[in-house]
């Protein structure tokens, strides 16, 4: 059997290129329109930004009596310049702030889209994957890969983006203005500074992911100790456990205190290469003044446009940090989407078509691990409306039949069939609609009863939702509630009892009224009073169903039109209750022991 092999997570041009269809969709010209328009803003933006250090300039020259340019002359006086000033840097935020409104809902839409394409593909992978991974792991996988667009949209678009074309445009202005030198002197120091800085950066990633480690081991033995308090207390290890805390707690300060240094050294070696390149493009403007060559304008102007450029500079260790970050995260999100669903349908599957709901097990064959075979060619025919058991001791095979039935596995070899349908040729949207499960211990959903039990059928009426309950024997249970129906059943239904949980259960299923039952052990976690009542539910349940019950305690199962036993991946036994008795065989072994051991309890 071929397993899905994991998917790894995809590299950061990868991931550059799979969030491109989201902000540039086929089809979808309104989101189009607004990504033109806000690159429209950001780019008058910039360009008032670059041009507002030069409207500074005029003004100092007109207070201070420079010859007057044909500039000046139209604005006239330096009080209208300054007012010019003024308004240009205004305009610089109010462009920035509407390109920020005109690409919100942009951005918004494409963090749903990733976000819904994300859980949808994690409800289609196979239960192989998901008992294979944590389940916080893969919503946490979620958490980060949007937060990592939503971070990357934002500061790629509107942060490094806009700095490598302001930095750009300061370039060829100083270029035009003072000469080649200043550009040159203003691109090397940026150079050096950018180098410096995503270098630094990358040796305090490694540390930071040190500090980080180190915090969340303590973190893990601080929780593991306080969830075993009482564990703690009878062995007397308080001291013990303070010691193994203090422990991780030191080897975090060590890894607290590097990346502390690390941020020092990056915080100078940046300061001092800004710091060079400022002063040596104000010496060289100072000088050019000293000489007439420039205005005191000019030297404000240069002044200007370095302390322009410099201060989005210095947020760059950061964001690239971020950035990098964004893409590990966005990678694991794409690597996910990527990951192969293991069960899907066929091309032109057709919707299962029902007549009467036999099954059929023919020479199956399955295994979880190449190397580990469970079923070993089982032969089984359930007709319309029959009730069969399968029971056998542990590891038999009995789960793995009713997990290939409702296909969370495909066999390995042979086939199943659901009124001579192949379950493999029909939708599984079909397949499962047509099998209702009652598992062993039924898992709720964190809302009302009310939610839980019309889970069973979307749209279901309060009264199909009450006439169900009834039939699992739990309405009056519910209107004793204070609550009644809205009653929260709290985390996986752990404010009620297994019995009341497992009737909500039945009800669901009833509610969705399928024409097979499987039900998987679903008394054997529960008392025997609590057990009995069950059963009765249970057995009311199935009738005009076709019906599979896989049965630990034998009691539960002898009316059963037909028992199965497994044993190794085969049946090596089946029959009636009282034709397996007779039979003296391995059925009748297990009936003894059981009836011994519940005598015994007695």
């Known amino acids: ?65 420079a010859e007057p340019t044909p500039v000046m002359m139209m604005l006239l006086t330096a009080v209208g310049l300054t007012v010019a000033y003024g308004v240009a840097r205004l305009g610089v935020v109010l462009f920035a702030e509407m390109r920020d409104a005109v690409f919100v809902r942009v951005g918004q839409r494409a963090l749903r889209r990733l976000a819904l394409e994300t859980f949808t593909h994690i409800h289609r992978l196979s239960l192989r994957y998901h008992i294979t991974r944590k389940t916080g792991g893969l919503s946490r996988i979620i958490e980060r890969g949007v937060k990592g667009v939503d971070f990357l949209l934002r500061f790629m678009l509107f942060s490094i983006g806009p700095l490598v074309l302001e930095l750009t445009m300061v ?97 100078i070696g940046q300061s001092v290469i800004i710091t060079s390149g400022l002063v040596a493009v104000m010496v060289m403007a100072a000088m050019g003044v000293q000489a007439g060559v420039l205005t005191v304008g000019d030297f404000v102007m240069v002044n200007a446009y370095m302390i322009q450029i410099t201060l989005p500079l210095g947020f760059l260790g950061t964001v690239y940090r971020e950035i990098r970050q964004a893409l590990v995260d966005m990678g694991e999100m794409f690597g996910l989407l990527g990951q192969p669903a293991e069960v899907v349908d066929r091309p032109g599957a057709q919707a299962l078509a029902l007549r009467g709901a036999a099954v059929t097990f023919r020479d199956v064959h399955f295994a979880y691990e190449p190397d580990r075979q469970i079923l070993k060619g089982i032969t089984l025919h359930v007709r319309a409306g029959e009730r069969v058991a399968l029971v056998g001791p542990s590891g038999s095979g009995k789960s793995t039949i009713g997990r290939l039935l409702f296909r969370f596995y495909d066999v390995t070899a042979g086939a199943v069939e659901i009124d001579g349908q192949d379950i493999r040729d029909v939708t599984q949207d079909s397949l499962h609609g047509a099998i209702g499960v009652v598992p062993q211990d039924t898992v709720l959903f964190n809302d009302t009863i009310r939610y839980n039990i019309a889970y069973g059928r979307e749209g279901a009426t309060q009264h199909e939702i009450e006439a169900a309950a009834k039939a699992a024997r739990i309405h009056d249970f519910i209107l004793r509630l204070p609550e009644g129906y809205d009653t929260t059943v709290g985390e996986r239904g752990l404010k009620l009892s297994g019995g009341e949980k497992q009737r909500v259960g039945i009800a669901r299923t009833l509610l969705k009224d399928p024409a097979i039952l499987l039900l998987d052990e679903a008394t054997s976690a529960l008392d025997s009073q609590t057990e009995a009542d069950i059963q009765d539910s249970l057995r009311d349940m199935g009738q005009g169903r076709t019906v599979i019950t896989i049965a630990h305690r034998l009691s539960t199962i002898a009316d059963a039109d037909r028992i199965v036993v497994l044993e190794d991946g085969r049946i090596i036994e089946e029959g009636t209750h009282d034709m397996l008795i007779a039979r003296n065989g391995r059925y009748a072994a297990m009936w003894a022991r059981q009836s011994q051991d519940e005598a015994v309890a007695a």
Not at 232 to 250: C, I, N, P, S, W
């Open 1 to 65: 059997m071929n397993r899905p092999q994991l998917q790894k997570p995809a590299s950061g041009w990868q991931t550059m290129r799979r969030v491109g269809p989201y902000l540039w969709p086929p089809g979808q010209t309104w989101i189009k329109r607004r990504v033109v328009l806000a690159m429209a803003f950001l780019l008058l933006s910039k360009l008032i930004s670059v041009t507002t250090p030069y409207l500074y300039k005029l003004a100092v020259d007109a207070l201070g009596g």
């Open 171 to 267: 370039a060829i202005i100083f270029a035009g203005l003072f000469g080649w030198l200043y550009s040159v002197v203003v691109v090397v120091t940026i150079v050096l500074y950018v180098t410096f800085t995503f270098r630094i950066t990358e040796w305090r990633v490694k540390i930071r992911r040190e500090m980080n480690d180190q915090d969340t081991d303590a973190n893990q033995k601080a929780i593991d100790s306080l969830l075993n308090f009482e564990t703690v207390k009878y062995f007397g290890a308080e001291a013990r456990e303070a010691a193994r805390y203090d422990l991780a707690m030191q080897r975090y300060e060590v890894a607290a205190v590097k990346t502390g240094l690390s941020l020092s050294f990056l915080n």
